[in-house]
Each structure stands twice: as C-alpha cells, then as structure tokens.
C-alpha cells in the first residue's frame, strides 16, 4: 500500500471499472487498501477487474435507476455500505452537431449525466446518515471547453461539472465531500471514438493529440486514477465542490 490516509478498510465504489480509467481506478484504491466494488455494463470486464484485485464484480447500467439502487444494494450487501464513490462511468459518440442522432443525445444524456446523478441518489443517504462520504465525479476537460463533433458528450460532462458543484453545497455540511475531476485526453480504449472519426490509427490519434500537450504527452489511466485517490483521502478533506484537471497543461 502507498498509504493514502482514509482509504484503507473502507468500501469504494467503481463505476466503468471494466476497462481504462475506471480499471486503472479500482487497481489505485485497492492497493491503497479498500474494499472495491468493480461496476461496467458488461458483466465480463467487471469481472476481470474484481479477479484482479479481489473485489467484487457489480454488472448494472447507470442509465437504468432501478439497476443502479439495486447496484448500490448489492454493494452493501457484500461488502458494506458505500462510504467512496467515483462515477467514472462513460459512453460517448462523435459526429457534426447538425448531424447528431436523437437517440445518441438520449443514451449519453442517461449515462453519463444521469446516471451519475441516479448513483448520488443511492450512495448519498447513508453517507449523510453516517456523517462521512466521499464522492468523485469524473467529468471531461471538453466538459469545460467544448469540442468539435462531441457536442453530445461534451453536454453530459459538463453537466456533471454543474452536479458536482450543486451537491457539493448540498451535503458538505453533513460531512460529504463531493468534487470532480476533468481529465484531459487519455490514453484508454475510448480514443478509439475518436481516432475513427479522424480516419486514424489509435497510435496516430493519440500522437496528434499529444502535440498540443505542454506536457508533451496525453495522460494516462494512472494519472486520473492517482487524482482520484488523493480526492478520495483524508488529505483532501478541505476540497469540496473541486474540479480538478489532470491535463498535461492544457487548460490553466
């Protein structure tokens, strides 16, 4: 363990665990000694991460409420209440704004910004019941600054920075601490969106981003998931209603 006060012995909570920045994540707060309930739609990849770190697989869709409470039970049931939650969950489509499909704006919507918000719905009660919670939304640095042919994503994510900030307000009082953190381009299996609308290879996408990068790289899944982990400790306990941007320099 790194040793990261707070987190060791507690019950997190991982949503998109399957794969990239959730992955990355679970891997984090496990080795820092929590308790990790692995999340992802698709019940094989939540599987490997929990085989992988010893947690426990949670197969839901986040964009379903009832899936998402009944998640949240299963969590409680085999590992204890939730007291750290990271939403990390994510899809996302590309294509000109005009040329969108009413169905994309409806699925991103109910994934990642309301599903999001279904998952404070369910964690927050016992966290503000118990005095103590920590809770990070993973937006997107485009949450912040938009992004040509993601208009649908870009909405969803900075609709979370928005979330963050209201619920922050709302239960710091009772002693839970809700901040976000907007990523800049990372290295996970999502670049993949946008390497196709881009006519690239992954490898070409990624050096094409990474030129405009004062870091001189994109970032990585371990840096979000190091973010995360500092968010989710006691060191952290003067951030509320934060939204960090682990970027390479990007934004200032």
């Not at 692995?38 to 094989?44: G, H, Q, S």
């Not at 704006?105 to 118990?130: F, K």
């Not at 996970?188 to 070409?204: I, K, M, N, Y």
């Amino acid at each position: 363990m790194s040793g990261l006060r707070g987190i060791a012995g507690r019950t997190a909570l991982v949503t998109g665990a399957g794969q990239g920045i959730g992955r990355a994540i679970a891997e984090r707060l496990a080795s820092e000694g929590a308790r990790v309930a692995c999340n992802d739609v698709d019940p094989v990849t939540a599987a490997r991460t929990a085989a992988s770190i010893g947690g426990l697989a949670v197969p839901f869709d986040v964009g379903d409420p009832e899936a998402v409470r009944a998640g949240v039970a299963a969590v409680e049931d085999g590992l204890g209440p939730v007291e750290l939650l990271v939403a990390n969950h994510a899809v996302m489509t590309m294509a000109p704004f005009e040329q969108t499909d009413p169905d994309d704006w409806r699925r991103t919507i109910d994934v990642n910004l309301l599903g999001t918000a279904w998952l404070l719905e369910a964690c927050v009660p016992g966290m503000v019941a118990r005095r103590y919670g920590r809770i990070v939304a993973v937006a997107s640095e485009w949450g912040l600054t938009g992004w040509p042919n993601a208009a649908v994503y870009t909405a969803s994510k900075g609709g979370i920075v928005s979330l963050v900030r209201s619920a922050a307000r709302a239960v710091g009082p009772d002693g839970v601490a809700v901040n976000g953190i907007a990523p800049g381009v990372t290295d996970t299996p999502q670049l993949d969106v946008d390497a196709r609308d881009a006519g690239l290879s992954h490898e070409a996408m990624v050096e094409r981003y990474a030129a405009d990068v004062p870091l001189g790289r994109i970032s990585l899944p371990a840096d979000v998931a190091a973010v995360a982990a500092f968010l989710l400790s006691e060191p952290a306990g003067a951030l509320v209603g934060q939204i960090l941007s682990p970027n390479g320099g990007t934004t200032t």
